[in-house]
């Protein structure tokens, strides 16, 4: 497998879980009718955002791998022949659950999962609260089409996350998000935290000669907490090539689903190009494992 | 010192040793009349690039440190009361040469050295042939205006380099650079490279939360080997904000000097809303230490 034929699934979320499930199964039939081999959905893309508030009543939405949820989505990737990237809520047991990251193979089977390991906690992004740490490591997962290196939103704030799934083979770096903003930021205040987001997702593509995918929710999210103004999520999904261009971007308002077509050979003749991997000072790197160098 | 107000010396480099090294010393004289307290110069300032060719014959180009360029660099840095970032081709011993950044005090002392850690060895770029690979590690440098983060233009694509200064607690990240086209690649390839180059650095001050200047040299320098177009260095000197933002950025065509200001408080701030430093997992990423991490 030379090249990959992509769709990224921009979705707005409602409080019904069916609803939102039904358009995840839409998209992949849709997007496989049109040539896609690879499906990559949202962050937690069978409700709402819920982790605006901390409350218990939130941990009824979470469900076991495998579950109802992943039994939908291998249906769907077996009956469309496609490769899906999910979201799930994970209930691993009583009282523990995860935000994983589900890859689907085409043929239906689980081909893996990823916990996400670095979890938020902000005003509005309560993750903490509802998701234990990733216990997987950052390990690509292998599919028929290649080996993919799923992460989960946040992580994509961390080059490290990035460059430990390069190290371990990651032909593709996926970012599935759920990120947007405070209603009651300026404009010029949204605008730079867009672009901040752009670029060091773009600079991973860039370190690590891989092309990357990022899906995002779109549309407002109210926070029935009332605390605040809610989240007006940024859409703005996006696909880079090995050099972290930009080559195919959704709106900020709509549901949408978008196509590109990866050349997985890119990353070998960018790598030549581009010898970062033949440089990294690894005799050099023993610090990056420490949370501050003291004095 | 809670705001540095900084002149990013954007030069271009002839054959001429004296004549290099008066036009980085006017600069430093100019910028500190006009209320600088820190000028950069670029790499290897004193000289043609000439790591375009592999010969012997530019070993003569290189000097100890102490040595004639830092003493008239001192001189300069005491007599306007600036500190100064400059660029050594340093002999350390017979047949041991480093490509060096040096920070003179503003009373003229030497606050600092950082020997290049990472060296490229591409077309054009011999640096492997001239220069050792630096052995002090990423340790900024501190001055009577901040720690500051001294990188030097091929680390600038790697962000273990970034991490490891700000995690040592550099308050600024600090690139002299010398890159450019090779005049036989179109515009689109040249555009490419020159926004990959911006967007790679504009991420360390993303996930770091610092500040960052990157000076580049101007200007066409011929190929003396005969065996390529040589090198139309792109310019674009630049500076960003703790989020990533190029405030300031020089042309592509002209030696010219940008000035600045630096709120050294911004950092607190911004990492108060994008908590990267409280949330990496460093208790999973021993392996940033591999050169690859085989199955």
Request: glycine share 6%; with cysteine; charged share 20%.
């Amino acid at each position: 497998m030379t090249s990959i034929h992509a769709a990224l699934v921009q979705q707005e979320m409602c409080a019904d879980y069916q609803k939102n499930v039904d358009y995840s199964l839409d998209q992949i039939s849709a997007a496989a009718k049109k040539g896609a081999n690879l499906v990559v959905l949202c962050e937690l893309h069978s409700s709402l955002y819920f982790c605006q508030e901390e409350s218990t009543h939130n941990f009824s939405l979470a469900q076991p791998i495998p579950g109802p949820l992943t039994n939908l989505l291998s249906t769907a990737a077996k009956q469309h022949k496609v490769v899906v990237v999910g979201s799930v809520f994970e209930k691993r047991t009583e009282g523990l659950y995860h935000n994983t990251a589900v890859v689907l193979e085409s043929d239906g089977s689980l081909a893996g999962t990823y916990r996400k390991m670095h979890i938020p906690d902000d005003p509005g992004y309560y993750e903490k609260y509802y998701f234990a740490f990733g216990d997987q490591g950052f390990t690509p997962i292998q599919t028929s089409i290649g080996k993919l290196g799923v992460l989960v939103c946040w992580d994509q704030w961390f080059p490290e996350a990035a460059r430990l799934m390069a190290l371990a083979g990651a032909q593709l770096l996926i970012y599935p998000s759920a990120i947007g903003w405070d209603p009651g930021d300026n404009k010029t205040e949204q605008h730079r935290q867009l672009e901040a987001w752009q670029t060091i997702q773009q600079s991973h593509a860039i370190a690590n000669n891989l092309p990357l995918i990022c899906t995002n929710r779109v549309g407002y999210e109210k926070d029935f907490s009332g605390r605040s103004n809610g989240i007006h999520f940024w859409g703005q999904s996006f696909i880079t090539d090995t050099l972290g261009k930009i080559t195919k971007q959704a709106s900020s308002s709509d549901a949408e689903t978008i196509f590109s077509t990866i050349d997985l050979n890119e990353t070998e003749q960018t790598r030549q190009i581009w010898p970062y991997l033949r440089d990294r000072r690894i005799d050099a790197y023993e610090n990056l494992s420490k949370r501050l160098i003291d004095d």
